[in-house]
Nanobody, 116 residues
Framework: QVQLVESGGGRVQPGGSLRLSCRAS????????MRWYRQAPGNELELVVG????????TYADSVKGRFTISRDNAKNTVYLRMNKLKPDETGVYYC?????????WGPGTQVTVSS
């Protein structure tokens, strides 16, 4: 059974930083694209960034380019999201995502609150 578990969320002041982690189990992690999404209160789910299985290629939403960095450690079955210069409107729940056999799989999410 595939499981994704996010961690690292919390409260941070505007301009601050957080590092999220998502650990996967029950699959050959190193063969899958991993993605981070977020959902602000009252808004739709938004794709933030994706990373190729080898980590060689990443694709960022324009809104986070230059501030967020995705990385992965295939030996630890973990994908990370380093978020710098956070803004209040980036408050929300952050989810990692994987598509297995055409099915979207999600973790429970981790709350990020950017507020002074």
């Amino acid at each position: 059974q595939v499981q994704l578990v996010e961690s690292g969320g919390g409260r941070v002041q505007p301009g601050g930083s957080l590092r999220l982690s998502c650990r996967a189990s029950g699959l050959s992690f190193s063969t899958y694209i991993m993605r981070w999404y977020r959902q602000a209160p009252g808004n739709e789910l938004e794709l933030v960034v994706g990373i190729h299985p080898t980590g060689a290629t990443t694709t960022y939403a324009d809104s986070v380019k230059g501030r967020f960095t995705i990385s992965r450690d295939n030996a630890k079955n973990t994908v990370y999201l380093r978020m710098n210069k956070l803004k209040p409107d980036e408050t929300g729940v952050y989810y990692c995502n994987i598509i297995v056999d055409l099915l979207d799989l999600w973790g429970p999410g981790t709350q990020v609150t950017v507020s002074s």
